[in-house]
């Protein structure tokens, strides 16, 4: 859990009867690397199934940008975020995929899933 | 159901023993942000089966651009524009895809399904 | 069943105890639109499982351009080329996928299959 | 001169001394065909060299937005666009290209450029 | 001179004091190969600065259209599209370039310009 | 099986216990067809699990280069390159893809599988 | 000038006799919006021809790093990096150009020369 | 098993309880062909869903990078690879790709896979 | 001057008057490297402005692929091929660029340039 | 001038009367940064107009290659290999442009010229 979970905000799902897909990919995330200080960039997408509740966007945004300042390593930044917003929006389906730029000439992607 | 839907039209598949798909792309697609008033911008994508109806063109060309100056949520519009074609078109299978624009750096693409 | 399906003529598969496919794209078919008079353009790609015979491609190409003067909608021209090919060519398998250019910025793609 | 030129903008040249050049370009514009009443749609790129004034960001956003339910044709709209901007902020040189997305298989682009 | 002149019309040009460029780009182009009898496939970009008249967009496209079915090489099409369009717009300067589909492996791109 | 099997060199895989794949791409394949004496071009895709031998790569190209003065059926090169490499490398699994150069504005691949 | 000028470190240039060109691209650049607090994202690409120094890359990284929380309009960060690297370096010829990443679905560019 | 095996260092998996996947891609690979003492070139991507151990990225560049002026075969350059790392992380399941750059116009991947 | 040069036919330039110009692609080049007998292959790309005669394409197509078992150097064929043009053609200007495919991870260009 | 320039063999250009343009890419160049002992990758690109003298491509690729485990800056590695090649070649014009890739996030292009 991050200390920046309670800057998500849902609205109901108006379509709970049907099974649908949102897909939200925020190509300007970044954080910090905690060795060496230096910012981290990458690319986020969240796909779910919505249960009940939805993800209201600009809140998401700035859920993201929580992270600008943060030193964290990019496998705990996706479990984390995936943990965040599984504990707000309660989907029926979460991916959360992180695509880091490379450094050193080596690139990251870590992909983290939740199934209801 | 939206105020538009009695806009589309459809002819007789010919070809009704024979399951095949069809799928349009609207990449034209506007409407508004009821928040903000902002217009959105974004690509539509049907994909169906028909049944024992095709969906008009130009019908559709039309029930698409109502929404031009609509104040309506992403998850709203593509799960509506899903029910007008399914009460219209009763078709065995059809998805439609919205992707929309970047707002804020952030881009969301909804997919909705329907089975008969 | 098209007017022009004497046109297209078969060789003897070789290898008739192996499945194999082969795949065919056209990227130049042109017809006519029935309603408006004016001309429609796409990509035809035509792939299948031969079992006895082959389709000779100079015959197909020849087959393809009797269409150019034809008044035909976008679901008819793709089921039709579908019947004629199967009728000639008896094959195990065959799928026909028509991808229409835009007509007032909409994209139409016709996917047809046919299973022995 | 449109009737939206007093929505412009714009913020004082901190720089005059220097000859630059600013690119903006906005890939969601939208007018209406003044013969057919249809949308149309294409990318507006605005280069020009600043003298004493820059134009404001958002006050060229809604600036362009107005023209989204105007009836306008390619080459009148590219040509008042020129025309106001150049008026309000009397630039050391300006080009304006607008290209429209395909009608009837056709596109267009109109590229308007002024010298002071 | 081709048989199909008389189809361009013009309208007038608004913004006669000001050299600017108009891009109008074809690729739906078809004509007939005189020798083999066989389609011929490209892509028309015809680029000019305007006098006292520009060519309408419809009338262009009926005029090209004319073309379907004529047995005609790739130099003589270009330079007769070139000397219509200049005989009907008078402009102060065209360009016509023609992209022609591979035939044999081979590609040709024939380039025509007009100055006044 | 052609003149040219025996080219081919095999050499001992060493790691036989584990299934994996090697995929062998050469975009630079030619021979000739046997109607018309036209040289043919293509990329000749090999994909295959090898069991107890893997093909040696320069062996592999000297056997790809004899074809370039063969007259030879599309349908026919790719079954007997199948056919060649099979028998020399008796492997797991294998899969030939052909996809040849557009002739007449028509392209064709063709792709055969071996399975042991 | 930038508070971060002294950050940027210059090593002596081993071939002054000769004119040449050196292009250094950073598509992490970020800083923050003046107005609204916001994130900006952008490319900022450096070339110059350097006189009797060129400049350092690390120096640089951590130059174009001190930007990250600062609130600074495109114009004005754009034309200060060009100030500091000028009065660093005293090259005999330097561009700077600045792409930032789309807000309210507008894209800008600002370009800056200088010349000794 | 590779001299090198011993530079792999792996840090402690967080979120054990969770199946999920890293991706790694270095598209900086080199090492020397043993018969020609050529340098070869490729991109390695290795993905894995990890147990109790994650790899450490720098660690794993300085792995990578030791093969520099190592002469190894393709097929057992990759398989070496997965072995180390396998030995290193006992991961729930792994992927190793190596795509090779044209040598002789002709380009080869070989992918490997562990499962435990 | 080659053996082929015979092969080349013209055809009579009917827009004399008028300078223009034809480029003519050609992605299906080959010959042989007479160093190692390994065949080459590349993009033959001419252009030039006419004079009197035009180059007939069939029989450039035919010239072109003498060439295919020959053994010849790439600065040779490309110059050879221009001095052949410009003996049978006299164009106002001509210009062939030769792209060879890579060998041993090197690609090179070729282009030369003929003015009347 | 590197310790490796010997390696470097010339062929007689046989049409010296001629200007015209030879480009070499070797897109697998590597060498070694002398702070770090990292490896560093890039692409080299070298067009000269040839006067008596061509740079045999073998010659070249082995001489690149021996900068391959040399401690060597950027602007270093791409001024001697033009003084290398002047020295051998005299060409009538030469450029060097060295693409390296990114590190810390940054990319840095190093283009020199030559001139007789």
Excluded at 42 to 65: A, H, N, R
Excluded at 73 to 81: A, G, L, M, Q
Aim: glycine residues 4%; charged residues 25%; aromatic residues 12%.
């Amino acid at each position: 859990m991050s200390d920046f979970r309670s800057l998500l905000e849902a609205f109901d799902n108006k379509f709970p009867d049907r099974d649908y897909r949102i897909e939200i990919v925020s190509p300007e995330f970044t954080s910090v690397c905690p060795k060496t200080g230096q910012p981290d960039f990458g690319t986020m997408t969240i796909t779910y199934t919505p249960d009940q509740k939805c993800v209201e966007l600009k809140s998401l945004k700035f859920y993201l940008q929580s992270y600008r300042n943060e030193g964290i390593f990019y496998e705990n930044v996706t479990n984390t975020i995936l943990d965040d917003l599984v504990a707000v929006l309660e989907p029926r389906w979460m991916k959360v995929q992180a695509d880091f730029n490379a450094r050193g000439g080596i690139t990251e992607t870590v992909t983290v899933e939740h199934r209801a």
